[in-house]
C-alpha cells in the first residue's frame, strides 16, 4: 500500500490509476488522476500543486473527493462532480 496525505492505494488501485493516465484524452480527468497518483506515491500536495500548477486547496480536495466516493469505479472516483445550471458555452 501508498500512502500520503490520506491517500491510500491498493496495489489494484494503482495499476487502476496508471491506466488511467496512460488511457484518458480528457484534460481535466488527467490532471486529477496524476495528483492522485502522485499522492499515492508520496508526494506532497504542495510539489503536486507546483506540478499541476494548482493551488495546495485544490489537491486537497481532489484528494478528499477521491476518498469520499471509494463506492464508485475509479473513473467515477477521480472524475469532476457535476455541476447545477446550464453548461457553459464554447465560443
Not at 1 to 19: H, N, P
Not at 46 to 66: E, G, I, M
Not at 67 to 89: F, I, K, T, Y
Request: hydrophobic content about 45%; glycine content about 4%.
Amino acid at each position: 500500500m501508498s500512502t500520503f496525505a490520506g491517500i491510500q492505494l491498493s496495489a489494484d488501485e494503482l495499476r487502476a490509476v496508471k491506466e488511467l493516465v496512460a488511457s484518458t484524452d480528457h484534460a481535466q480527468r488527467l490532471r486529477r488522476a496524476l495528483a492522485i497518483l502522485w499522492l499515492g506515491q508520496g508526494e506532497s500536495a504542495q510539489r503536486v500543486a507546483d506540478r499541476l500548477c494548482v493551488s495546495r486547496t485544490t489537491v486537497y480536495n481532489w484528494a478528499a473527493r477521491f476518498q469520499e466516493r471509494s463506492n464508485l469505479e475509479l473513473a467515477a472516483r477521480v472524475d469532476d462532480a457535476a455541476r447545477p445550471g446550464r453548461p457553459r458555452l464554447l465560443r
